[in-house]
């Protein structure tokens, strides 16, 4: 088993940029495809951003294409998500997410085994 605790959460303004981190426990990271999700109130979970076990791979959703960039250091058993020009809209509480079986549907939650507790991201106008 893995254990996920993200930080780097808090309140930006409009335009402003925030680099998110999840930090693994285990010697095993990089088995790990990893994922990003965020979830507003009231709002279904959505798809941010994926990376594959060898940082060979990136995925975004398309909101977030060009802004967002998500990375890797299996050295550190970490991931990153960096978020730049962040909009009011993105308000959310974004969780990190461990898959340990095929990469096809990473855009699914159902896809990830492992989820951290998460951290509030709130971008004001």
């Known amino acids: 088993q893995v254990q996920l605790v993200e930080s780097g959460g808090g309140l930006v303004q409009a335009g402003g940029s925030l680099r998110l981190s999840c930090a693994a426990s285990g010697r095993t990271f990089s088995i790990y495809n990893m994922g990003w999700f965020r979830q507003a109130p009231g709002k279904e979970r959505e798809f941010v951003a994926a990376i594959s076990r060898s940082a060979t791979s990136t995925y975004y959703a398309d909101s977030v294409k060009g802004r967002f960039t998500i990375s890797r250091d299996n050295a550190k058993n970490t991931v990153y998500l960096q978020m730049n020009s962040l909009k009011p809209e993105e308000t959310a509480v974004y969780y990190c997410?461990?898959?340990?079986?095929?990469?096809?549907?990473?855009?699914?939650?159902?896809?990830?085994?492992?989820w951290g507790q998460g951290t509030q991201v709130t971008v004001s106008s």
């Open positions: 997410a461990a898959n340990y079986q095929a990469f096809t549907y990473y855009y699914l939650s159902a896809e990830y085994r492992y």
